[in-house]
């Protein structure tokens, strides 16, 4: 089986930096990808990791270990509208479908 | 324009009854999925079409059904509704070979009374 552990939530101020872990069990693995959901929203892409090391986009990076099975969000220089819930999710060992971690709600205060 | 797109947006109804929620893509997408996501925001994958073959079908009730008239369409038809149904369902879709990047529809919000 598959599963993705992360904490389920996370306090910060704005212009603050905040990283979110996601530790994974797969029976295959090809990657980690982020997902951020708005209260009331729909799930939207923000990066994938196949490969070892840091992404960067912008105020996010993302960052994959394969031999730590360790991932983690960077987001830096907090908005507020950065407050919302994010995902960490892999790929089942099929490749064919995503298994999403249980969400961090992230709430950024001033 | 709307990349991915489902209706209806909210959806109540009645213990026992049958209802369809429909999904639209217009980004040329080769997959497309249901999700189900329970009131703790748990995602879950229910289904995935790709090139209108069911590929993977979680162990879901056979209450659920996909239908796949078109590559750009996957409606998701539910007998029977039951309490435990009421959830937000999210059709998504994504290129051929990059499952890991999957576009989200805007969510259908059932309510079984």
């Known amino acids: 089986g598959q599963s993705l552990e992360q904490p389920s939530e996370v306090t910060a101020v704005e212009g603050a930096i905040v990283q979110i872990n996601c530790t994974y069990q797969?029976?295959?693995?090809?990657?980690l990808s982020w997902y951020q959901q708005h209260d009331g929203g729909a799930p939207t892409f923000l990066s994938y990791?196949?490969?070892?090391g840091l992404e960067e986009t912008g105020r996010f990076s993302s960052f994959l270990s394969r031999s730590d099975s360790y991932g983690y969000l960077l987001l830096q220089e907090l908005q507020m509208k950065d407050s919302a819930s994010y995902f960490c999710?892999?790929?089942?060992?099929?490749?064919?479908?995503?298994?999403f971690g249980k969400g961090t709600t992230l709430s950024v205060s001033s | 324009d709307t990349a991915v797109s489902q209706t209806p947006k909210y959806l109540v109804t009645q213990m026992g009854n049958d209802k369809s929620i429909k999904c639209e893509q217009n980004?040329?997408?080769?997959?497309m999925y249901w999700y189900k996501q329970d009131s703790k925001k748990f995602l879950k994958i229910m289904f995935s079409?790709?090139?209108?073959?069911?590929?993977i079908n979680e162990t879901v009730p056979n209450r659920f059904s996909p239908k796949s008239p078109d590559k750009a369409h996957l409606n998701l038809h539910i007998n029977s509704l039951e309490l435990g149904d009421s959830a937000v369902y999210f059709c998504?879709?994504?290129?051929?070979?990059?499952?890991?990047?999957?576009?989200f529809g805007p969510g259908t919000r059932l309510l079984v009374l």
């Open positions: 079409y790709n090139n209108k073959e069911l590929i």
């Open positions: 797969t029976s295959g693995f090809y990657g």
């Open positions: 999710a892999a790929l089942n060992q099929a490749g064919t479908a995503l298994i």
């Open positions: 980004l040329g997408h080769d997959t």
């Open positions: 998504a879709s994504s290129p051929g070979d990059s499952g890991e990047t999957q576009y």
């Open positions: 990791n196949a490969l070892d």
